[in-house]
C-alpha cells in the first residue's frame, strides 16, 4: 500500500474540516447576534442614560436658577464659572459675557479674611456661616452670608467650589433698629413709674423696676409667684371673666380697680390696665399689665367728695342765711323807709330846705341799702345751678329788654353792631349776665356822646361776646380786682360793687372765660365766652 494519503482520508478530513468550520461559523453568528443585541441594548441604556442627565440637569439648572438666594460656582482659583440669576442681581456681573475672579469681590477690610476661609474650605472640604462685605460692580457695598462647599472629582482632587450667597444687609440693618429700639423699650421700661408685668395664664414671666418696688419684692422673688398669690382672692375672682375673655380673643384689653398683697403683707389699690400678647398666628401667647398705685389718689378723692359735700352744706347754708338776713334787714328798711315818707308828708311844710335835703339824703341811702341787700341775693344765687332753666334763648330780644329796663342816659347810646346769635341758657342769669356789664358801661361814662356797642364771634364750640363803651377807661392794676365782691372802680350811687362780681360766677357757672381790654380815657370792652 502506497505511504500517500488514500482519498477516502483526504475526504474524511475535509469533511471534518467543513463541520468545524460550520461550527466555528455557528459560534461566530451567535456571538456576533448576542454583540449586536448588547450593542442595541447599551445604545438604548445610554440614551436612556443621556435622557436621565439631560432631566437632571435641567432640574437642577431649574432650581439653581429659581433659588431665592445667589449661586456661585468658581473653579480652585476663584474664577467664577456661573451664577443664577440672583447671583447676577446681587453682584451686578454676568459670567456668560465677563471675566469675573471672586477676590476682586471682597472687601479690602476683610481680604484676609476672606483669603483665610478659602483656605479652611479646600482643607476641610465646606464652612458655614461665613459673613463678610462685598463690593457689586456698581460700587455698592453689601453683607453677605455664605455656606459652601468643594467639588471633587473621581480622583478626589478638589477642581471646583459652590456656595449658597444671601444678602443679609438689610436684615443686619433692620436687626441693628430693632436692638436698638429693644434698648430704648427696656429702658422705658425699667425706668417708668407703672408697674409692668408679663404674665403666661397667671405665671409671672417678668416685671419692671417699679412694680418689684411697689410689692417691695427683689425680681428674683417677684418671679416664683404667680398672679393669684398677689391679688386679694374676691378681686382675682372677679377679674377672672374678663381675663378669660381676653384669652379667647373676645376682647383686647380691660381696666380693673384691684388690689395687690406686698412681701410685707400691706395692701394698696392700683388701677391695673391689662392687655394680650399675641403670636404670629394671634393666639394670645402672654399678658401684660400696667400698675399705678392709686391709694393716695383714692384717699385725696374720699377727702374731695367728703369737702364737696360740707361745701355744699356750707354753701346752702350760707345761701340760706342770705335770704334769712336779707328778709331780717329788708323789713327794717321798708318801715324806715315808710317812717320817712309820713315825716315827709306831716311835716313838709316845717322841713324847709336843710330838713328836706336831709330826707333825700336818706331816701337815697334807703334805696342803695335796699340794692345793696338785692345784689347780696343775686350774688348768692348766681352759681346755684339747682335753679337753672336750660332754654333758646334770642340775645338780641335779651339786649331789648334790658335797655327798655335800665336807666340810661340821653346822650349814651346801647346797641348791638350786628344780629346777635340764639344760645341755650337760663334767661335770667344771662340776663344778668349782659345787663350788669352793660349798667357798668352806662354808669362810667364821661363823653358828650356815650357809646355802648354789643358784639359776638362764633368759635368753633363757643361764642365769644364783647361789650365796648368809651367811657373813662380802667387801669390794668384793677382788670383782675374789678370782678371781686364789694370792688368797685370809684364810688358811684349806681354802683354797689357787685355787679362785676355777679358777672363771674354767671360765666364761671356756664364754664366760660371773662375778661376785659381797656385803656385810661378811651374806653374798656369786656369779653366773655359761652359755651354754643
Given at each position: 500500500?502506497?505511504?500517500?494519503?488514500?482519498?477516502?482520508?483526504?475526504?474524511?478530513?475535509?469533511?471534518?474540516?467543513?463541520?468545524?468550520?460550520?461550527?466555528?461559523?455557528?459560534?461566530?453568528?451567535?456571538k456576533?447576534?448576542?454583540?449586536?443585541?448588547?450593542?442595541?441594548?447599551?445604545?438604548?441604556?445610554?440614551?436612556?442614560?443621556?435622557?436621565?442627565?439631560?432631566?437632571?440637569?435641567?432640574?437642577?439648572?431649574?432650581?439653581?436658577?429659581?433659588?431665592?438666594?445667589?449661586?456661585?460656582?468658581?473653579?480652585?482659583?476663584?474664577?467664577?464659572?456661573?451664577?443664577?440669576?440672583?447671583?447676577?442681581?446681587?453682584?451686578?456681573?454676568?459670567p456668560?459675557?465677563?471675566?469675573l475672579?471672586?477676590?476682586?469681590l471682597?472687601?479690602?477690610?476683610?481680604?484676609?479674611?476672606?483669603?483665610?476661609?478659602?483656605?479652611?474650605?479646600?482643607?476641610?472640604?465646606?464652612?458655614?456661616?461665613?459673613?463678610?462685605?462685598?463690593?457689586?460692580?456698581?460700587?455698592?457695598i453689601?453683607?453677605?452670608?455664605?455656606?459652601?462647599?468643594?467639588?471633587?472629582?473621581?480622583?478626589?482632587?478638589?477642581?471646583?467650589?459652590?456656595g449658597i450667597?444671601?444678602?443679609?444687609?438689610?436684615?443686619?440693618k433692620?436687626?441693628?433698629?430693632?436692638?436698638?429700639?429693644?434698648?430704648?423699650?427696656t429702658?422705658?421700661?425699667?425706668?417708668?413709674?407703672?408697674?409692668?408685668?408679663?404674665?403666661?395664664?397667671?405665671?409671672?414671666?417678668?416685671?419692671?423696676?417699679?412694680?418689684?418696688?411697689?410689692?417691695?419684692?427683689?425680681?428674683?422673688?417677684?418671679?416664683?409667684?404667680?398672679?393669684?398669690?398677689?391679688?386679694?382672692?374676691?378681686?382675682?375672682?372677679?377679674?377672672?371673666?374678663?381675663?378669660?375673655?381676653l384669652?379667647?380673643?373676645?376682647?383686647?384689653?380691660?381696666?380693673?380697680?384691684?388690689?395687690?398683697?406686698?412681701?410685707?403683707?400691706?395692701?394698696?389699690?392700683?388701677?391695673?390696665?391689662?392687655?394680650?400678647?399675641k403670636?404670629?398666628?394671634?393666639?394670645?401667647?402672654?399678658?401684660?399689665?400696667l400698675?399705678?398705685?392709686?391709694?393716695?389718689?383714692?384717699?385725696?378723692e374720699?377727702?374731695?367728695?367728703?369737702?364737696?359735700?360740707?361745701?355744699?352744706?356750707?354753701?346752702?347754708?350760707l345761701?340760706?342765711?342770705?335770704?334769712?338776713v336779707?328778709?331780717?334787714?329788708?323789713?327794717?328798711?321798708?318801715?324806715?323807709?315808710?317812717?320817712v315818707h309820713?315825716?315827709?308828708?306831716?311835716?313838709?311844710?316845717?322841713?324847709?330846705?336843710?330838713?328836706?335835703?336831709?330826707?333825700?339824703?336818706?331816701?337815697?341811702?334807703?334805696e342803695?341799702?335796699?340794692?345793696?341787700?338785692?345784689?347780696?341775693?343775686?350774688?348768692?344765687?348766681?352759681?346755684?345751678?339747682?335753679?337753672?332753666?336750660?332754654?333758646?334763648?334770642?340775645?338780641?330780644?335779651?339786649i331789648?329788654?334790658?335797655?327798655?329796663?335800665?336807666?340810661?342816659?340821653?346822650?349814651?347810646?346801647?346797641?348791638?353792631?350786628?344780629?346777635?346769635?340764639?344760645?341755650?341758657g337760663?334767661?335770667?342769669?344771662?340776663?344778668?349776665?349782659?345787663?350788669?356789664?352793660?349798667?357798668?358801661?352806662?354808669?362810667?361814662?364821661?363823653?358828650?356822646?356815650?357809646?355802648?356797642?354789643?358784639?359776638?364771634?362764633?368759635?368753633?364750640?363757643?361764642?365769644?361776646?364783647?361789650?365796648?363803651?368809651?367811657?373813662?377807661?380802667?387801669?390794668?392794676?384793677?382788670h383782675?380786682?374789678?370782678?371781686?365782691?364789694?370792688?368797685?372802680?370809684?364810688?358811684?350811687?349806681?354802683?354797689?360793687?357787685?355787679?362785676?362780681?355777679?358777672?363771674?360766677?354767671?360765666?364761671?357757672?356756664y364754664?366760660?372765660?371773662?375778661?376785659?381790654?381797656?385803656?385810661?380815657?378811651?374806653?374798656?370792652?369786656?369779653?366773655?365766652?359761652?359755651?354754643?
Open positions: 500500500m502506497s505511504k500517500t494519503t488514500s482519498p477516502d482520508i483526504f475526504q474524511k478530513a475535509l469533511l471534518r474540516e467543513r463541520a468545524a468550520r460550520k461550527q466555528a461559523e455557528k459560534i461566530l453568528e451567535d456576533s447576534l448576542e454583540l449586536y443585541q448588547l450593542t442595541q441594548a447599551l445604545k438604548t441604556a445610554n440614551e436612556k442614560l443621556k435622557n436621565q442627565v439631560y432631566i437632571k440637569n435641567s432640574e437642577l439648572n431649574g432650581v439653581f436658577q429659581n433659588l431665592v438666594d445667589a449661586y456661585v460656582l468658581m473653579d480652585i482659583y476663584g474664577n467664577v464659572m456661573s451664577m443664577n440669576a440672583a447671583a447676577i442681581n446681587l453682584f451686578g456681573y454676568d456668560k459675557t465677563e471675566n475672579n471672586a477676590t476682586h471682597v472687601h479690602k477690610e476683610d481680604y484676609l479674611y476672606a483669603i483665610n476661609s478659602f483656605k479652611r474650605l479646600l482643607a476641610e472640604g465646606r464652612f458655614l456661616n461665613y459673613q463678610a462685605r462685598i463690593y457689586t460692580k456698581n460700587k455698592g453689601r453683607t453677605v452670608h455664605i455656606n459652601a462647599s468643594i467639588i471633587k472629582d473621581s480622583n478626589n482632587k478638589p477642581i471646583a467650589a459652590q450667597v444671601r444678602d443679609i444687609t438689610l436684615e443686619l433692620q436687626q441693628s433698629i430693632f436692638d436698638e429700639q429693644k434698648k430704648q423699650l429702658a422705658i421700661v425699667e425706668n417708668s413709674s407703672l408697674g409692668i408685668v408679663l404674665s403666661r395664664f397667671g405665671e409671672i414671666i417678668q416685671t419692671n423696676r417699679a412694680f418689684q418696688n411697689l410689692l417691695g419684692y427683689t425680681k428674683e422673688e417677684i418671679e416664683t409667684k404667680r398672679v393669684a398669690d398677689i391679688s386679694i382672692a374676691e378681686e382675682y375672682l372677679q377679674s377672672s371673666k374678663k381675663l378669660e375673655q384669652n379667647n380673643g373676645e376682647i383686647d384689653s380691660f381696666k380693673v380697680n384691684k388690689r395687690y398683697r406686698k412681701k410685707d403683707g400691706g395692701i394698696f389699690w392700683a388701677k391695673t390696665s391689662i392687655a394680650g400678647v403670636d404670629s398666628t394671634g393666639q394670645i401667647k402672654y399678658q401684660v399689665a400698675v399705678e398705685d392709686i391709694t393716695e389718689q383714692l384717699d385725696l374720699k377727702q374731695r367728695e367728703e369737702l364737696l359735700q360740707t361745701l355744699e352744706k356750707s354753701n346752702q347754708e345761701n340760706d342765711y342770705a335770704h334769712i336779707s328778709h331780717d334787714l329788708k323789713s327794717p328798711l321798708r318801715s324806715i323807709n315808710a317812717l309820713w315825716i315827709k308828708e306831716d311835716y313838709h311844710e316845717a322841713l324847709e330846705g336843710n330838713g328836706l335835703e336831709n330826707i333825700s339824703l336818706i331816701e337815697k341811702t334807703l342803695k341799702m335796699e340794692s345793696l341787700i338785692s345784689g347780696i341775693l343775686s350774688y348768692s344765687g348766681a352759681s346755684n345751678k339747682e335753679t337753672l332753666n336750660n332754654e333758646l334763648l334770642d340775645v338780641n330780644s335779651i331789648i329788654d334790658i335797655i327798655n329796663t335800665i336807666y340810661i342816659p340821653k346822650h349814651v347810646t346801647v346797641s348791638a353792631k350786628k344780629q346777635l346769635p340764639s344760645i341755650r337760663d334767661r335770667t342769669r344771662i340776663q344778668q349776665l349782659f345787663q350788669n356789664i352793660i349798667s357798668n358801661a352806662v354808669n362810667y361814662i364821661d363823653k358828650e356822646k356815650g357809646i355802648v356797642t354789643v358784639d359776638y364771634e362764633d368759635k368753633d364750640s363757643y361764642y365769644m361776646f364783647s361789650i365796648q363803651d368809651n367811657g373813662i377807661g380802667i387801669k390794668k392794676e384793677y383782675e380786682k374789678i370782678f371781686k365782691i364789694f370792688q368797685s372802680l370809684r364810688k358811684s350811687e349806681h354802683s354797689t360793687g357787685i355787679g362785676l362780681s355777679i358777672v363771674k360766677k354767671i360765666v364761671d357757672l364754664e366760660g372765660d371773662v375778661w376785659l381790654e381797656s385803656e385810661e380815657g378811651k374806653g374798656t370792652t369786656f369779653f366773655f365766652t359761652l359755651k354754643k
